[in-house]
């Protein structure tokens, strides 16, 4: 049951880490999208409805935090399991994430590995 | 779990359908080119533009120019273009896009493999996070070992993986295992290839062809060294025809052999700490054990005054004395385990107990002693000797001894003369069979008697010169003819015994007993052991 994937980050190297770490998934039929800012990460969730986003918090304007609390608040998007990236022993960034509603939290830096196991287990891929 | 090295990403993986789209689209308005397509290496178009200003009618009997798209000189794709109207091969416009493509897709590949790199740090960034809590966490030693060979299989997938630790004789021992449970056979394999990888001082890949070795024919392994030490291996393996591990494997496997190592060796050396706090502990323990066997009070009566001072070289000693009342005899004992440390202090308290036994039913030192011998002689273990100077003591002032192979004791009289009272048989525990022989000595009130093992006279100073015996007569011949007290003789020994030895450690146990023939009118002191 292949899904759709967002990947949201600022930071284009990061953004291009994170793709790349999880760009096997197409070969299982997964759809990877991304997007650059808050803005953009909440018009693709209303839009693609993404199973999974891969959320960095540390954004500009609209930050991860406000970005999660948006999908979680609206009933059509509460679905989406988000996956906070969050700066590794920010446990203030933890509890604020919780508060938004975050599924899980990976910490970077982030292990390419542990990334798309999480992936593949958020989206009930073997 | 990382992408297999080498392996060519695909071009849509390189640059993806928009970006390719968007190259074409800048040469689409610059030809009569009826059709533009991108295909990868099976066919498959993955972006097409068309020239709609030339439909179909035009050129539609035109071949379609084919140019392959290589990178590293290997094809991963095709430009094709279907010209409207016949056009050279060699035509500007297809060289100018075909090269604007190739530079893209190796400026794509070069973008992946810094990308790659990157990721690779970030494994290892993370690994050594995880290391640090993982195995710093305070875990024991005996965990330690299976929490490495998880850490191993999650950062380089195996399905097989052991943890050797060189700590013990045979050169190696299985501390950690994980799969192919019950392969004996292949696990005895592997342990000789980390045993050739332990020697090295790096990690190793190899395939073993053997159809023997096919369990665990694909093999990584890495040392664990701690500093310049190996203290055992990591090997994973996989079956034949599996992938071979990558040099990001073995970096990422040396990694976490190298943490993996210090962790072990901090918690071998955290555990024998423990463990010697706790032997210290019970030797503290058998110390306080061992002061209780020597007499708190010494029986003391106004015919002979009594003290002792006890001393361990170490935690327990195999020096000894004892005195006890048989009616009007008092029977005092100084003797000396050949030998130091915990199995001396047994052998000193066995003695004690025969000794104690043997000497009754007015038995003469001699008998005492031949008795005790043949007694200990039977229960002791090899090169088990012990001296003994062993004395009554008549109220009236005739004392028979035996000396058993012990330093002659010494009669100090009041009248400044001495007499060295000789050995009348060989150490005990020697000869079963050996008799002791008795000797009678009178002393007269204000006499002495000492009682004392080589401890004392070959007790050594700093610069290793010993205190001899002739400065303990010396100091028992004055403090006998200053009428002091046997209290007094063995504060004043204890004393010159210290100053003289000083900052030197003490090399073997010392013990001296002094009984001064009272007037039989004095009342008498008594000294309990001291350390």
Redesign the interface.
Same mark, same amino acid.
């Given at each position: 049951m292949p899904g759709t994937l967002l990947i949201v980050d600022d930071e284009p190297?990061i953004r291009?880490?994170l793709e790349?770490?999880l /760009? /096997?998934l197409e070969d299982a039929g997964v759809r990877l999208l991304s997007a650059a800012d808050g803005d953009e990460a909440l018009d693709t969730i209303r839009r693609e409805r993404p199973d999974v986003v891969f959320l960095d918090v540390m954004m500009p304007h609209r930050n991860g935090f406000d970005v999660c609390a948006a999908v979680k608040a609206d009933p059509d998007t509460r679905s989406v399991k988000i996956v906070l990236l969050t700066a590794?022993g920010q446990e203030v960034d933890r509890q604020r994430g919780e508060a938004a509603g975050a599924d899980l939290y990976l910490t970077k830096?982030?292990?390419?590995?542990?990334l798309?196991a999480t992936a593949e287990r958020l989206l009930g891929i073997e | 779990? #990382?992408?297999e090295p080498g392996a060519r990403p695909s071009l849509v *993986?390189l640059l993806p359908r928009h970006e390719l789209g968007a190259l074409l689209d800048a040469f689409v308005p610059l030809s009569p080119v009826r059709r533009w397509r991108v295909l990868d290496t099976a066919g498959a178009a993955l972006v097409e533009r068309g020239g709609e200003a030339h439909a179909a009618a035009d050129g539609a009997g035109v071949a379609p120019l084919v140019t392959p798209l290589t990178l590293d000189g290997e094809a991963i794709g095709t430009l094709e273009l279907a010209p409207a109207a016949p056009l050279d091969a060699g035509h500007a416009l297809l060289r100018a896009a075909h090269s604007v493509l190739e530079q893209a897709l190796a400026a794509a590949s070069m973008?992946?493999e810094l990308? #790659?790199e990157?990721?690779e *740090?970030?494994?290892e %960034?993370?690994?050594a996070?995880?290391l640090g809590e993982v195995l710093t966490g305070g875990v024991e030693l005996a965990a330690l070992p299976a929490r490495v060979l998880d850490e191993a299989v999650? %950062?380089v997938q195996a399905p097989y993986a052991l943890l050797v630790l060189d700590d013990d004789d045979a050169g190696g021992r299985v501390a950690a295992e994980r799969g192919a449970e019950g392969s004996a056979d292949g696990a005895r394999e592997v342990v000789a290839a980390i045993r050739a990888g332990s020697a090295a001082d790096r990690a190793g890949i190899d395939v073993d062809e053997r159809p023997e070795a096919a369990a665990h024919a694909v093999r990584l392994w890495a040392p664990l060294r701690a500093g310049e030490r190996t203290v055992g291996g990591l090997l994973l393996s996989r079956p034949a025809g599996s992938r071979v591990f990558s040099a990001g494997d073995a970096k990422m496997l040396s990694a976490l052999a190298a943490q993996a190592a210090t962790s072990i060796e901090n918690a071998r050396l955290h555990a024998a700490s423990l463990e010697q706090a706790r032997m210290a502990r019970e030797l503290q323990l058998a110390h306080e054990v061992q002061s209780r066997l020597m007499p708190t009070v010494l029986p003391s009566s106004t015919s002979w005054q009594l003290a002792a001072w006890w001393s361990a070289a170490r935690e327990v000693a195999g020096d000894f004395y004892d005195a006890t009342r048989q009616g009007e005899t008092t029977v005092v004992t100084v003797g000396d385990v050949a030998d130091k440390g915990m199995a001396a202090a047994l052998f000193m308290a066995l003695t004690r107990s025969v000794l104690r036994a043997s000497a009754v039913d007015g038995r003469d030192p001699g008998d005492v002693v031949t008795r005790a011998n043949a007694l200990l002689c039977a229960d002791a273990s090899d090169g088990m000797f012990v001296t003994l100077a062993h004395a009554h003591l008549a109220s009236d002032g005739t004392v028979r001894y035996a000396n058993a192979g012990h330093n002659p004791p010494l009669v100090a009289r009041a009248d400044g003369s001495l007499e060295r009272l000789p050995r009348t048989g060989i150490l005990v525990g020697w000869d079963d069979a050996a008799r002791y022989g008795v000797e009678t000595v009178r002393l007269a009130s204000g006499d002495a008697l000492v009682l004392y093992t080589d401890g004392v006279t070959e007790a050594r100073d700093a610069r290793g010169r010993e205190y001899g015996e002739e400065r303990l007569v010396e100091l028992v011949r004055d403090h006998v003819a200053a009428r002091r007290s046997a209290a007094a003789i063995v504060s004043a020994l204890r004393t010159d015994l210290a100053g003289f030895v000083g900052d030197a450690d003490a090399f073997d146990d010392a013990t001296v007993l002094v009984a001064l023939r009272g007037s039989g009118e004095r009342v008498s002191t008594s000294q309990a052991p001291g350390t």
């Open positions: 190297h291009m880490l790349q770490s /760009e /096997e590794k830096p982030f292990d390419p590995d542990d798309r | 779990m #990382s992408r *993986r973008r992946r990308a #790659s990157t990721l *740090r970030y494994r %960034v993370h690994l996070y995880r999650r %950062v």
